[in-house]
């Protein structure tokens, strides 16, 4: 299954992502504040600098599924339900 921080881990990867693939992820994830292009516009600005195997080790961090209990945390933020 494609999820958002799978298919683009890495500003170099959202160079050459498809705005189709956003897109999908978009959709089943019933996501509609933003569109395509508003996403690949994001990705693809200049990435924060950071020190060397700093991008390594957050993306394999995030390819482990250590930070599954973010999921539910992340989620409220698009939500409006008072927190």
Known sequence: MVTPDNLVPTPQKAR???K???AEVL???RIRRFDADQ????LRQMPVTVQD???AAATAHIETNECVALGPALASLGRNDGL
């Open 27 to 29: 959709k089943k994830n």
């Open 20 to 22: 189709s693939s956003v």
């Open 16 to 18: 050459r992502v498809r």
């Open 39 to 42: 996403v690949l516009a994001i």
């Open 53 to 55: 195997g700093a991008v």
